[in-house]
């Protein structure tokens, strides 16, 4: 994909090379200009292109019906550049002759849903629908995640995309612009898709409860909203189900995210939540994350669900409905996890790659091949039901923790968050969890010319073999992703990252010596290449 020079473009347009926006199945971009080394390349312009790209993509599959044209939901997160970027988008919609059905602040499992819910009075189902979201990346980031009825788009159809926004970007004028502005507004309408999103997670808490008005009364639930989109959570769902709510903090959109990362793998974020819990006497915590497709929870002690604790609570949960059912799971979840959902559950645990595209489109693979599966999930707070579209909707999963309190008070069973507590007991935690980024100097003379990704293969492969003559150590014999491998009562992870020059490490054990011999062998293996930063690992092995 060739960078736009300015010679094709109108000349008050930036140079962009479209193709390195693309972040796997997503497109992220500086959209707010203010920090240093990072200018901007997410313009109004290249969001009007990429708009009508995928309007164009989406012309390409869809035939509209003889009623109606086709028409595509917009919503955003609650970032600065939101609103900029909203209208960009509806230009850019509108320009290729569709309809654009503005929802505004939203969260990015609603606009999936918008492609499902069926009622013309909220102007459903769209044809397509984006959402204007960075997750959890700093408040000068943005960019777009893009559905159809199929659910989310993958890597090559994000790579079309921006193969044909590249070729529209090139044929922009002042002029062209203008007009697209003017024509825009007749074909805008807004609603409050959001409303209707709300009741149905609503109703999913009550018929789980038997039909009950209010099956969380009494229930105190705080929720931390991390002033992303998810501040509906305490008083569209919570509330009509009776729970008390006192005590949430951070509901208010602010993309500036003044109190913490939204993010529920930052320990600041967790930390945040466990002290609102404890500080409130509440029953149970809820985080989410910007734009509410990761979640986590506290029960009432402080003690987080997040990471292998999620994924082992939504386990147990699934393979109550569904016995015997395959959990597919990142690669980096622990073999405890494993243990656990095997042993403990009678489930099988599926370890796959980082990605939560990746896990979901595996478990969907699996169910096509004659394995059952019900739950994708990564340690991320990504996670997706088979019963919820393969959705990665965190919104849905804290119903799924809803429906378990509902249910046991409606058999008399209720004691606070201790349903949820129980169900995680007997997972086995590492007494030491570590993750270590080593990165690659891509202008290392040792890089020679190639691939930060061939470079990293060489790594693994070299790491690979060493471990093969080591009597101390096992390779996994089953793994898709990197090298994984079992000694001193723990396990390594090293992978090569999926989109940038980075080496993560992930080392846990049950003790800091065994954790420091499992990272000196990674270290023995990677001194060998220079151009790799070994500075973390170092300072692990040495500092403990």
């Keep these: 994909m060739a960078v736009i020079s300015s010679a094709s473009a109108a000349p008050s347009l930036e140079n962009i090379d479209f193709s390195k926006l693309q972040n796997g199945s997503d497109i992220r971009g500086v959209a707010v200009a203010g920090v240093e080394g990072e200018p901007v390349n997410l313009t109004e312009s290249v969001t009007e292109a990429i708009a009508a790209a995928f309007a164009?993509?989406?012309?390409?599959?869809?035939?509209?019906?003889?009623?109606?044209?086709?028409?595509?939901?917009?919503?955003?997160?609650?970032?600065?550049?939101?609103?900029?970027?909203?209208?960009?988008?509806?230009?850019?919609?509108?320009s290729a002759g569709l309809d654009v059905v503005q929802y505004g602040l939203a969260s990015t499992p609603a606009m999936f849903n918008s492609t499902l819910t069926e009622d013309e009075k909220f102007l459903c189902p769209v044809d397509g629908s984006i959402m204007i979201t960075a997750s959890h990346l700093p408040y000068n980031r943005n960019g777009f995640k893009f559905f159809t009825n199929a659910g989310g788009l993958g890597?090559?159809?994000?790579?079309?995309i921006l193969e044909r926004a590249a070729n529209i970007y090139a044929t922009f004028s002042s002029?062209?612009?203008?007009?697209?502005?003017?024509?825009?507004?007749?074909?805008?309408?807004?609603?409050?898709?959001?409303?209707?999103?709300?009741?149905?997670?609503?109703?999913?808490?009550?018929?789980?409860?038997?039909?009950?008005?209010?099956?969380?009364?009494?229930?105190?639930?705080?929720?931390?909203?991390?002033?992303?989109?998810?501040?509906?959570?305490?008083?569209?769902?919570?509330?009509?189900?009776?729970?008390?709510?006192?005590?949430?903090?951070?509901?208010?959109?602010?993309?500036?995210?003044?109190?913490?990362?939204?993010?529920?793998?930052?320990?600041?974020?967790?930390?945040?939540?466990t002290r609102a819990v404890l500080d409130n006497n509440a029953d149970l915590g809820i985080i989410f994350d910007t734009d509410v497709d990761r979640s986590a929870a506290v029960d009432s002690m402080g003690h987080e669900f997040n990471r292998n604790r999620l994924i082992a609570l939504m386990s147990a949960i699934v393979l109550e409905e569904h016995p015997g059912t395959t959990i597919v799971t990142d690669s980096v979840t622990s073999d405890g996890l494993t243990s656990f959902i095997e042993k403990?559950?009678?489930?099988?645990?599926?370890?796959?790659?980082?990605?939560?595209?990746?896990?979901?489109?595996?478990?969907?693979?699996?169910?096509?091949?004659?394995?059952?599966s019900h739950l994708a999930i990564e340690t991320s707070g990504h996670g997706a039901l088979k019963e919820n579209h393969w959705l990665d909707d965190g919104a849905f999963l804290m119903v799924k923790l809803l429906n378990k309190l509902a249910s046991a008070r409606a058999l008399g069973t209720s004691g606070g968050s201790k349903v949820l507590t129980d169900l995680v007991e007997g997972l086995e935690e590492p007494a030491v969890a570590v993750e270590l980024r080593l990165k690659i100097d891509q202008n290392h003379v040792d890089m020679k010319g190639g691939s930060f990704r061939d470079y990293g293969e060489a790594v693994l492969k070299h790491l690979e073999n060493m471990t093969n003559s080591d009597p101390k150590l096992q390779k996994a014999p089953v793994n898709y992703e990197g090298v994984r491998v079992s000694g001193y009562g723990g396990w390594f992870l090293l992978r090569l990252s999926l989109h940038d020059p980075v080496l993560p490490l992930n080392i846990e054990a049950p003790s800091n010596e065994d954790a420091v011999k499992l990272g000196l062998s990674v270290l023995a293996a990677v001194k060998e290449f220079p151009a790799l930063d070994m500075s973390a690992l170092c300072k692990f092995v040495h500092a403990s």
Excluded: C
Excluded at 206 to 231: C, T
């Design 56 to 94: 164009a993509w989406l012309l390409d599959r869809k035939a509209a019906d003889g009623s109606r044209g086709l028409r595509v939901s917009v919503g955003h997160d609650s970032r600065i550049s939101a609103q900029k970027l909203q209208d960009a988008v509806s230009r850019g919609i509108a």
């Design 155 to 160: 890597k090559a159809d994000i790579r079309d």
């Design 175 to 273: 002029e062209n612009l203008k007009t697209s502005e003017r024509a825009t507004s007749a074909s805008i309408k807004r609603v409050d898709y959001m409303s209707v999103y709300t009741s149905d997670l609503v109703k999913a808490v009550r018929r789980a409860a038997g039909n009950i008005e209010k099956p969380l009364e009494g229930f105190h639930i705080v929720v931390d909203a991390g002033n992303g989109a998810g501040g509906f959570f305490a008083g569209k769902v919570l509330e009509p189900l009776g729970a008390i709510t006192s005590g949430s903090q951070f509901l208010e959109p602010d993309g500036l995210f003044p109190n913490h990362i939204p993010n529920p793998e930052d320990k600041a974020a967790m930390k945040a939540i």
């Design 344 to 372: 403990k559950l009678g489930g099988k645990h599926h370890r796959f790659k980082r990605g939560y595209k990746n896990v979901i489109d595996e478990a969907i693979r699996l169910n096509s091949v004659g394995e059952e």
